[in-house]
T-cell receptor, first 113, second 114 residues
Framework: GDSVTQMEGPVTLSEEAFLTINCTYT??????LFWYVQYPGEGLQLLLK?????DKGSNKGFEATYRKETTSFHLEKGSVQVSDSAVYFC????????????FGKGTLLTVNP | DAGVTQSPTHLIKTRGQQVTLRCSPK?????VSWYQQALGQGPQFIFQ???????QRGNFPDRFSGHQFPNYSSELNVNALLLGDSALYLC?????????????FGPGTRLLVL
């Protein structure tokens, strides 16, 4: 079945540091891949997505590239801010007759000033 | 344009009781999915409703049931509550299309079972 593996957290960085959160997946067919962000006490917000191999999703300085050969979708940001502190979830949707999102366990990011 | 809305925001119940959670999708969306997020975990898919029918179900017992109304809003019902049902319940809506559409989430309902 479908599964998503994210790097274990928590991740603590200083402001302006480089961020990478690793995500690998197992899926049938050709899934769409997503990163969602959850701020404290809130629901999930879509951060970025990619729907086919070699697509790059980007938003708010965050980027992730859909790598079919390594089944990965790592999240990166060149310079994090305190306001980026949140939990980040990698997710996939394999499509066809499978309509659900399958999530990783989440990675807590804390950015210190 | 209002996003996905959920009610109530918080709820406290006791074991054995029943609960109903409500969700209104984003304007223009016709599909509603429900997820359970336990503390410190990723969301787990409960089921999805489309055209007032349950289209897909995750690994949840029959105590979890739902409904979708003609205006696309949805309810999640949980019977015979257990302590382990304490979680954040998230509703997500998606627009019409072939199944690869992005799901947009509401703020969630936090349920505590005592």
């Amino acid at each position: 079945g479908d599964s998503v593996t994210q790097m274990e957290g928590p991740v603590t960085l200083s402001e302006e540091a480089f961020l990478t959160i690793n995500c690998t997946y197992t899926a049938t067919g050709y899934p769409s891949l997503f990163w969602y962000v959850q701020y404290p006490g809130e629901g999930l917000q879509l951060l970025l997505k990619a729907t086919k191999a070699d697509d790059k999703g980007s938003n708010k300085g965050f980027e992730a590239t859909y790598r079919k050969e390594t089944t990965s979708f790592h999240l990166e940001k060149g310079s994090v801010q305190v306001s980026d502190s949140a939990v980040y979830f990698c997710a996939l949707k394999s499509g066809g007759s499978n309509y659900k999102l399958t999530f990783g366990k989440g990675t807590l990011l804390t950015v210190n000033p | 344009d209002a996003g996905v809305t959920q009610s109530p925001t918080h709820l406290i119940k006791t074991r054995g009781q029943q609960v109903t959670l409500r969700c209104s999708p984003k304007s223009g969306h016709d599909t509603v999915s429900w997820y359970q997020q336990a503390l410190g975990q990723g969301p787990q898919f409960i089921f999805q409703y489309y055209e007032e029918e349950e289209r897909q179900r995750g690994n949840f017992p029959d105590r979890f049931s739902g409904h979708q109304f003609p205006n696309y809003s949805s309810e999640l019902n949980v019977n015979a509550l257990l302590l382990g049902d304490s979680a954040l319940y998230l509703c997500a809506s998606s627009p019409p299309g072939g199944g690869k559409e992005t799901q947009y989430f509401g703020p969630g309902t936090r349920l505590l079972v005592l």
